[in-house]
């Protein structure tokens, strides 16, 4: 069995996604480690600590600990000042090993881990596999970027690493065509979601837990509140649909995340307000799996807007429980969504051609066939199988040759 050290630098796996920089990442390396504990692999996953109550060690389950590494000051940092910390980060990891024993393999999520992993696969002679998350050029081909210095890092990183995870076809084809990444080391591992919580329900009972109106349709957004998301869009949509006579009310979920998270959440009560649809949009902190799970079988459609998304996974989720989704064509939504079958992909950022598409999905005669279709694709996607497939990439990498670079 291998034994796996994961590296989330800037942010917890245990903290709760849809705030601050939480989101995607965080269920990925939750729900991964814990399926490879599942499978009798041990993991062992290194953040920053970023409060000073959490414990140096925490036993997640059986095979599943977290570490928390002391790394700059012990509170939330902005995304600007991580990278000072990356340094004392690493050598904070480098320290355990010395007293625990060298892993199998390193798997760093995001560029900053990318740092790190870099130099301990050099300093230690450990193999290097990488999960980006989101990446730089292609965050600035469909919105604006960062930095190039940022970019230049992650291509350091994928001419270093030993193999490199895709969540779908669509995002390795963007590793080859803005990193020129060797296609020999791109590895296609999907998401997966779980299915114990995220699974088909009956409708009017989740709205009766939510305290919402039974004849009201009911869209959904679930993510960070930050413009990169489009949460903006979605608002747009529901103000849309109500100038067109439908009662509809649109249910917010997240907190705000990033540089211009404060400033996305004024602009949307700015909006609700000159909109005069206050009583119809609804704010809702981040929720935890169980809750998220009902909100997603309460709603009638998802939005997801992004500008750019590597996977999706709240698309994913919503289609677990049934929902159709109405999403931008970007990304891994394209290899989530079939058009017609389980909601509609939409090319365009204008809010008529989301209010004309949602009404399209809400046809009495088609939304049954599209929420059994939704569960059905839903289900291609395990945690459990995608761990098998790190498993299986780390048992090759221990039996080659190290990439130098």
Partial sequence: ??????????????????????????????????????????????????????????????????YHVTAGPARPLERSELADYVKEFTDGVAASFRCNGKPDAIHANYWLSGLAGHRLKHELDIPL????????????????GESEERALQEAAIFSCADAVLASCEVEADQFIRFYNADP?????????????????GYRPQARRALGLDADQTLLLFVGRLQALKGVDLALETLIELRRRGRD?????IGGPSGADGRLTLAQLHERVAEAGVIEHVSF?????????????????????????ESFGLVALESSACGTPVVASEV??????????????LVAERDPLIWADTVEVTLNPETTTSMSNAAVLLAHRYTWKSAAESLAKLTEQLSLSGLVHC
């Avoid at 509809?248 to 917010?252: F, K, P, R, Y």
């Avoid at 935890?288 to 009902?294: E, P």
Wanted: net charge negative; hydrophobic share 45%.
């Fill in 284 to 308: 809702v902190a981040p929720q935890a799996h169980q809750l998220l799970s009902t909100w997603m079988r309460a709603a009638d459609v998802t939005l997801v807007p992004s500008r750019s």
């Fill in 129 to 144: 596999i990488m999960t980006f998350h989101t990446l730089e050029r292609v965050k600035a081909d469909h919105f604006e």
């Fill in 248 to 252: 509809a009310m649109l249910a917010i």
């Fill in 1 to 66: 069995m291998a034994r796996l050290c994961v590296l989330s630098y800037h942010t917890a796996p245990l903290a709760q996604p849809g705030t601050g920089d939480g989101g995607g990442m965080n269920v990925y390396v939750r729900e991964l480690s814990s399926a490879l504990a599942r499978l009798g692999h041990e993991v062992c996953v290194y953040t920053r600590r970023d409060n000073t109550q959490v414990r140096d060690v925490e036993l997640v389950e059986p095979g599943f600990h977290v």
């Fill in 331 to 344: 990304g891994g939504l394209i290899t989530l969504i079939e058009p017609g079958v389980n909601g509609f």
């Fill in 184 to 200: 020999s080391r791109v590895h296609v591992v999907p998401l997966g979601v779980e299915h114990a919580f995220f699974a088909p």
